[in-house]
């Protein structure tokens, strides 16, 4: 009987065993034995009744019909939670809804306290909804442009412009008239934008959003800046006129009837009367007492920058120091600085700080064209190329570089002959530009915003 039981016993054994390994592959292979969902394959189809209230939420945000949008796409996130398209939509709403204060937050006057503190709330209590929906988007379909472009527009929302800098590369030119107007609002986040860049991006997408008036109600607050008041008035009616009234056109109006100063435009835009800009606070920090002192970073960045258009170098240098002091993290000062140095002539001191600003965000694009503009003023003409060229391979030109690094990324030497020709554009009281300049070298207009800190190729 012994080894009848030894037998019976060596095969409860092999069973026990052969169950446990049977358990153990269970839970390895798990991941690739789900659906396709599961393993992050192509979605289910979704809910004929989920994609019914998608074609009406979307509907109704083209219509500019918030309201009505954001209960139509609430019911079809309830449906169809994890689809990449629902994601994508309500993603684009957080941004369309946030964007109504983020913009008013401009133009308020700076003693409208109680006014700047309601939209400050306004904006705080949608922020949260705003970073889940971008980043729900995101997770669902990194490697889409509109995901990319939803990212990047709540970046610039919440404040963190560094890193939806990061991210401009990856836009690609997929639907132009949204992306255009995801880059002209990301330059309307800095301190000095290139004026006439974002007005012509901001028509592209006016032309191309229907009735929702976002990017035309951004384009009369950037005419209006650049000292368009004609164009800002006809902007504004056209918007006055939509089916469904915009939420800023009172605010609108009032900024422009506020206005009593002359404005600083860049290149081909004339000055005329216009509200005089107002620093915005911090949104990543809305918590904070609203300062009236100037001391608060953006503010001293703001005033660097009209220095330096103005040709006050030394003065424009102080402020971006007081800025650094405020945040050492700001790639926006170190570039500062390193545009006041390249026209003061010190390219040395300018490519030092242009680095300083690349090793916080190294794709941030002003200091990589000051950088290769600092090199091409100092004769090495080998290095500045490549720099141009890298340049131009990981950017697209939406992403803003001046004309020139195009055609010096070439390496064709008639960059500097055509940008030598370009006619100035001064403010009347606007050091002369030559005082900055050497031989061979172009000295941009005055006015041009400290976001091109090669500004003296």
């Known amino acids: 009987m012994a080894p009848q039981r030894r037998r019976v016993g060596g095969w409860i054994v092999a069973v026990v065993l052969v169950i446990g390994v049977s358990i153990i592959g269970y839970n390895v292979a798990r991941p690739y034995l789900g659906s396709d969902a599961e393993r992050g394959g192509p979605s289910p189809p979704l809910d004929p009744r989920a994609t019914q209230f998608l074609l009406d939420g979307e509907h109704a945000m083209a219509d500019g019909n918030l309201d009505l949008a954001k209960e139509s796409l609430d019911k079809a ?33 700076e003693a409208a306290n109680d006014d700047v503190r309601a939209t400050q709330q306004q904006l705080s209590d949608l922020m949260p909804a705003l970073r889940k929906a971008a980043d729900d988007a995101w997770s669902a379909a990194p490697d889409d442009p509109a995901a990319v472009r939803e990212k990047v527009d709540a970046l610039r929302i919440l ?53 929702l008036g976002r990017a035309r109600a951004a384009l009369v607050y950037a005419l209006a800046r650049a000292g368009d008041a004609a164009g800002a008035k006809a902007e504004l009616d056209r918007l006055a006129s939509l089916t469904r ?29 216009v509200a005089p800009a107002v620093p915005v ?13 100037t001391t608060e970073p953006r503010a001293l960045l703001q005033q660097a920058a009209d220095a330096e258009n103005r ?55 002003p200091a990589l064209v000051g950088q290769a503009d600092a090199l091409w003023a100092e004769g ?4 500045a190329v490549a720099k141009y060229k890298d340049l131009v391979d990981r950017f697209p030109e939406s992403s803003g570089f001046p004309s020139y690094v195009k055609t010096r990324a070439e390496g064709s030497a008639s960059g500097a002959a055509a940008l030598a020709s370009t006619p100035q554009a ?15 070298e172009l000295t941009l207009p005055s006015n041009v915003p400290s976001d091109l800190p090669g500004s003296a190729p």
């Open 77 to 109: 996130s309830a449906l169809g939670e994890k689809d990449p398209h629902v994601r994508l939509d309500v993603a684009r709403l957080a941004a369309v809804r946030a964007d109504v204060p983020w913009l008013k937050m401009r133009l308020l006057p």
């Open 311 to 365: 040709g006050q170098l030394s003065r424009a240098a102080k402020l971006y120091e007081d800025a650094l002091r405020s945040d050492a993290r700001s790639s926006e000062a170190l570039a500062g600085l390193g545009s006041v140095a390249l026209k003061q002539g010190d390219n040395a001191t300018a490519r030092r700080q242009f680095g300083k600003a690349l090793a916080i965000n190294p794709n941030y694009v």
């Open 159 to 211: 404040g963190e412009r560094d890193a939806a800098r990061a991210l401009v590369a990856k836009l690609g030119s997929a639907s132009p008239a949204e992306t255009s107007y995801v880059l002209a609002a990301l330059d309307l986040a800095e301190v000095g934008p290139l004026w006439t860049t974002v007005i012509d991006r901001l028509r592209v997408a006016a032309a191309g959003e229907g009735n």
């Open 245 to 273: 009234p915009h939420p800023l056109v009172a605010p609108l109006r009032a900024f422009l009837a506020r206005g009593s100063v002359q404005a600083t435009g860049d290149a081909g835009i004339s000055a005329a009367p």
């Open 426 to 440: 001064q403010d009347a009281g606007a050091a002369p530009a030559a005082s900055t300049s050497r031989p061979g």
């Open 380 to 383: 090495d003409r080998k290095t």
């Open 281 to 293: 606070p911090d949104v990543s920090a809305l918590s904070r007492p609203i300062a009236a002192e």
